[in-house]
């Protein structure tokens, strides 16, 4: 490796601001090389070796990781994603755009200074971007997990200026960019404070300090048992019952005869079968994430068993909309989404093959044997022409695609069932594709979509499989599928 410092350049000519800054920043690096740092000098030499190549902040990243904890999981990729951001920023423009040399060691006592002198020019700190990003990343998604890294993050900042290898205004123009590479990372990927629902329409839930009067049936298939110990410990004054997927249902009836707030544990589709059930008896629900997804739980920006806890303990509920299908004898609701085609197909196919090779094998294989079929999975009738379909998508409530991230719900409640299309033809895979990337275009020759509060389908060929809310059902003839507007009760942490 070869410094990058090119000596033989011509100085700039003299200007006057710009003279007086640079002696300003000369001065204050003699002032920190002359003063005393108590209890620095075994720490912070370290502190500034071990964020070398992004070390430190891999460790700390899972370190947050380990908590368990959904928001600290996605801190910690955050801040990963914010360093990598500002890491590229520095190694491709920053250090090549301004070639200033290293500052001289000769204030610097010598038990500061570190063995081993960086050969890269000297603006802007690499480090110091490096901590500010995944410090400001961190913070962005979760301010508790943010307040613990960001005296580390300080330290190794300040660590440049003690050691002697950076100048103070390397350091703040790397802080700089590291907190602007952070904002650049929300931008792609926003934050679920940016995209949670509205604390909105604010409905009448008991509010229960112990939690008594609360039944929380939990699935113990979903694997969630350190979720439902925390809301034990939160609210031990509720009964918990676990038991087995085969067995829900009839649990939650008997919950419901008993209960003055129905809570559940599980996956999407336990959640809906707990919403059905809450539906019928007038009672409202608590919703404990549980499954892989959870995305009816999340939307609701319910993550773990505290903010559960604290909604039912101060009765902070709220009205959502619930979607609402009938298939001549079938009928059911969904929170989330129906569709039918090619993802109905997928999950069976899915599902055929997981016990035997794997969940993550099984996914690649469904989607390689469907997406290979030359048979179009669904076929409707408009103006009295068939027209075939690759997949016909209803949600509850309108799907939002902010930045890079998949679509999420930025309302509950908005009497609105967001449908969309992907036209049959040649090439599925493609056509899926490009309908994926076409994003919140409303139209193009892939796809289409509406928002309707009511749809009527007809001419369903036998056998047709349904999905909704992760359960896969069959269905023929005529479908209605529509909105409950405001129909359900669910707790809620407010802001």
Known sequence: ??????????????????????????????????????????????????????????????????????????????????????????????????????????????????????????????????AAAFAAGVALESPAWGAVVAPVAFSVAMSRVYTGVHFPSDVLAGATLGVGAAFAVRALVPTRTQTGPPPRPLAQA????????????????????????????????????????????????????????????????????????????????????????????????????????????????????????????????????????????????????????????????AAVRVLRTDRHPLKVELRGETHPLWLLFVGNCHYRRMGLAPGRRTDLADGQLDVRVVHGGRHPALRLLSAALAGPLTRSPAHAEARVRRLRLTGIAAGTPLAYDGEVIDVSGEMTVEKLPEALTVYRPLP
């Open 206 to 365: 008991p509010a229960l300090p112990g939690g008594e009067g609360l039944v929380v049936v939990a699935n113990r298939a979903s694997g969630s048992s350190d979720r439902v110990q925390a809301l034990r410990d939160a609210l031990p004054e509720a009964e918990l019952v676990e038991c087995e997927p085969t067995d829900v249902k009839a649990e939650l009836e008997k919950a419901a005869m008993r209960a003055k707030a129905l809570g559940v544990c599980g996956g999407d589709g336990t959640v809906n079968a707990a919403a059905a059930t809450a539906l019928r008896h007038g009672l409202p629900l608590a919703v404990l994430p549980g499954g892989t997804l959870n995305h009816f739980a999340y939307d609701l920006s319910v993550e773990d068993g505290r903010g559960l806890a604290r909604a039912v303990r101060e009765g902070a509920a709220v009205r959502v909309d619930v979607g609402r299908f009938t298939a001549g004898e079938r009928r059911g609701i969904f929170l989330n989404t129906l569709s039918l085609g090619v993802y109905p197909e997928l999950v069976r196919e899915r599902e055929r093959w997981a016990h035997r090779i794997g969940s993550w094998p099984a996914e690649v294989l």
């Open 1 to 130: 490796m070869s410094p990058d410092v090119d000596l033989t350049l011509p100085k700039p000519g003299r200007h006057a601001l710009r003279d007086r800054l640079l002696a300003l920043d000369y001065r204050l690096f003699e002032v920190a090389a002359e003063r005393n740092w108590p209890f620095a000098e075994p720490v912070l030499p370290r502190l500034s070796r071990s964020a070398n190549h992004g070390v430190l902040w891999f460790a700390a990243a899972a370190a947050v990781a380990a908590s368990r904890t959904p928001r600290a999981r996605r801190a910690a990729a955050r801040g990963l994603a914010s360093l990598s951001l500002a890491s590229l920023a520095i190694n491709t423009l920053g250090k090549r755009s301004v070639r200033r040399p290293r500052p001289r060691l000769d204030p610097v006592p010598v038990a500061r200074q570190l063995k081993r002198q960086p050969i890269t020019t000297s603006f802007p700190s690499g480090h110091a971007a490096s």
